[in-house]
């Protein structure tokens, strides 16, 4: 795989999402925003928007709760996250991952796929980019009128 590719999300539906695949981070990281948590604790229900500068086609998910972590980001702060299993769909395969909700607005892509994930049968190219090909042209074309 290159370092970034064209995956997706078909077990909370979003069907492409542009995702940075990260050696360097243990988890995955969702962007996600309005997030609430049953009054158990067991589920969560939150809001993903699959582009970059774009508050369309925000899909609405709900889903168990697998953890609650400390997760130091690359500034060094350190924050508590939510912890969910999201499949991921990249080169054909589909692959669980552990995945952290937080705030990715601020970030270059709405997804990160750490090692853990990719330790299910990837290699990265750190060279190379969209290896495992793109998504569909009207989809990235919509995106880019967007922006």
Do not use: Y
């Not at 995702?19 to 939150?46: M, N, P, Q």
């Amino acid at each position: 795989m290159g370092w970034r590719e064209w995956v997706s999300l078909p077990g909370i539906g979003v069907p492409w999402i542009k995702a940075k695949l990260d050696t360097g981070a243990r988890s995955s990281a969702l962007h996600a925003f309005d997030i609430e948590e049953s009054a158990d604790g067991e589920r969560v229900r939150f809001k993903v928007r699959p582009w970059q500068r774009s508050v369309e086609d925000a899909v609405e998910v709900e889903c168990p709760v697998h953890d609650r972590r400390m997760v130091r980001s690359s500034s060094g702060h350190s924050e508590a996250r939510i912890v969910v299993l999201v499949e991921v769909g990249i080169s054909g395969r589909t692959v669980l991952a552990e995945t952290t909700l937080s705030n990715r607005d601020q970030m270059g892509f709405r997804m990160l796929i750490g090692r853990e994930a990719l330790r299910q049968g990837f290699l990265v190219n750190p060279r190379k980019s969209f290896l495992a090909g793109r998504a569909p042209k009207p989809i990235r074309r919509r995106n880019r009128d967007r922006a």
